[in-house]
């Protein structure tokens, strides 16, 4: 027992103590929101604007009202020519036009069409047409009312409608978006945790193998205690990293409430991230997400370790062997989408109680609620599972461990590591 | 008194027999050699005594005692072929490390490295990590590391590759300082003549099998061929003599087999009779390697891949 504290002392110590940690610690959260905030900027950015030409054979469409819906997004216009196509065409350079939109002369304002053709010189996206079909839609509607007699006043009555929100009887403050944000942000990060540290403990079991401290190391302690020391201590590197961040939330937060009284902005954000913490149980959520974690961690990084031991010093083997286990985690965070879209269907509940998913999707659902969303047997017995889940990797692992870390040549098959594992 | 016994030992692994039934006892404050071709079972023999493997059966006694791995680690130093360090470690503190996980207390720890370290001149070690020292002085880092803990049975295995005459010589007679104080040496390697200078008792492996046991002096003579050689003022010119046969002859020097019933004064009578001044006369026992060439011989240098059922 004492050896393995001493082994877990020094990789925690090791790991602790370098630049690298320090860094990774203030350069981690800056890079996930940077990748998170990242992405929606660059979707925002990359969005391609359309110029189409209009050619009106019915006469319906007048200038005046292309003008107004134009002014609401000058990103995508629409412009009215009296030209034909085969000018649009030959001038599309010159003219500035990225496509063509031939209304036809039977357009009749009260039978409209089912679809028109936008042609274009090159392929677009998808979403590329929406806004253009929006104004078609709106110029189309102001035809509507214009023949229908309906003024602007009845027009703005018409459009009135009304939205539903959700309120949850048990649960006063609970909202659906900041639990989605929350779980969003839970999921992923736990999504990355155990894919980094994971690969840490994998890589360190390799290093201490080609190094050949290995078998100076087994000479005095049991390959076994090798192995849960390198994994609790890389298991307290993580959580140890964690714990800061949180403080940095809560200081960051505190600090923000008392200077938010100043600025009307700071106070704005204070206000938001209260709401947000109030709407969610943060002690449960933060309490969990540090069990999951370690749960996660272990179940993880013993069956990197099994790997890590398995491989000599090429990275390739390293690759090809850790690829099922790797495919395991993305696989859990292929299933999160559909868990925060719809926290309480059967594939959701399944996903969080299953030890392999269950960190990530469970994570995904606890900002919801609990028990509303989740109740306490789900908690329970997904917790339970993950422990009997990572209690039997550990032991799987270890089997394979103590043969290969001694085991130099090729590369083992995934027949001959499971020899290894059932052999007395 | 023997401080370590094995008994009818055996490891198969799936394609070889590693350790085919090998026995044998060490006494407590030898140098004993355990030599074999590359191959032969030697580092899986040690690894079962030094607790990494299980053996498939047989026994370990260590004190006269069943060998218990976990317990017993600390009566224990092994040195590996491959030598083996943290690279991005600091010495001092991975000798620190290394010594607590074999039981040491932290202090009692602390007290012996820096004894080591002044004896063999690394003080300025300390500090610096493994990458930065050469391989020589990585060597002498590990040898300190496996008798650190002062451990009644030492396992080196082919301690001196890699290192300078100098530094050979300084780790050879600390090897000695630590038998007279009554730490057994069990020493694995194929160098012949390091294990003819320094081990008083042998044992000879190949294909897993123990094939020779016994002291250096006794194998020798065992494996003697009633060579001699002489070396004479002046060469006489008629040489024959049915007392003995001459294998080489030179100018001066002269290596003679002496022929069944027949004795060395035999020969020098010979000599002496036929007016000739003799300068020397010596036996020449075959060296180990010799003898290790002799037995090893035939059998195929590189073990073959075999199939082995039950």
Known sequence: MNKILLIIQREFLTRVRKKTFIIGTILFPVLYLALIFGSGYIADKTREDLKIALIDRSGLFTKDQIEQVNGKDTANTIQLISSNTERVIAGYDSLGFDGYLVIPGNFNWQTGADSLIVNTKKSYGMGALNPIEKKINALWNKIKHDSLGIDINKEVLLNKSISLKLHNEQNRNADAVAASTIGYVCGFLMYLILLLYGSQVMMGVTEEKTSRIAEVVVSSVKPFQLMIGKIVGIGMVALTQFLIWIACIFLIYNVGKASGNNSETSFAIVAQIQHVFTSVDIYLTVGCFIFYMLGGFFFYSSLYAAIGSAINEDMREAQSLSFPITMLVIFSIFLMAPTIANPGSPVAVWASIIPFSSPIVMMARIPFGVPNTVPWWQLGLSMVLLIAGFMLTTWFAARIYRTGILMYGKKPSWKEMLKWAFRK | ?310
């Open chain 2, 1 to 310: 008194m023997n401080i370590l016994e094995v008994q009818h030992l055996k490891k198969y692994f799936a394609t070889q027999k590693a350790v085919d039934d090998i026995s044998m006892s060490i006494e407590q404050g030898s140098i004993f050699g355990l030599l074999g071709p590359n191959g032969a079972g030697k580092t899986t023999l040690i690894r079962m005594i030094t607790g990494i493997f299980y053996p498939d059966s047989g026994n370990i006694l260590l004190k006269g005692k069943k060998f218990e791995p976990e317990n017993d680690a600390k009566y224990i130093g092994y040195m590996p072929e491959e030598r083996g360090l943290y690279k991005k470690m600091k010495i001092g503190e991975q000798a620190l490390y290394l010594a607590q996980l074999k039981g040491l207390r932290k202090n009692d720890a602390m007290h012996k490295i820096k004894d080591w370290f002044q004896r063999l001149e690394m003080e300025s070690w300390w500090n610096k990590k493994v990458e930065d020292l050469s391989k020589g002085m990585g060597q002498k880092l590990q040898f300190v590391i496996t008798v650190l803990h002062e451990p009644d049975l030492i396992i080196l295995d082919e301690p001196f590759s890699g290192l300078d005459p100098v530094n050979a010589n300084l780790i050879k007679d600390e090897i000695y300082r630590l038998a007279q104080k009554g730490t057994t040496i069990i020493f694995s390697t194929h160098r012949m003549e390091q294990v003819e200078e320094i081990c008083n008792h042998i044992v000879l492996v190949n294909k897993g099998q123990k094939i020779l046991d016994g002291t250096v002096h006794n194998i020798k003579q065992e494996f003697k061929e009633n060579l001699f050689g002489l070396q004479l003022e002046t060469m006489p010119e008629n040489t024959g003599s049915p007392s003995f046969d001459i294998v080489s002859k030179n100018k001066q020097d002269l290596i003679v087999k002496i022929n069944e019933g027949y004795k060395p004064n035999d020969v020098l009578g010979y000599f002496i009779n036929q007016g000739t001044n003799i300068i020397s006369f010596k036996e020449n026992l075959p060296s180990l390697n010799d003898i290790f060439i002799k037995l090893v011989e035939g059998t195929p240098t590189a073990r073959q891949f075999e199939k082995i059922t039950g």
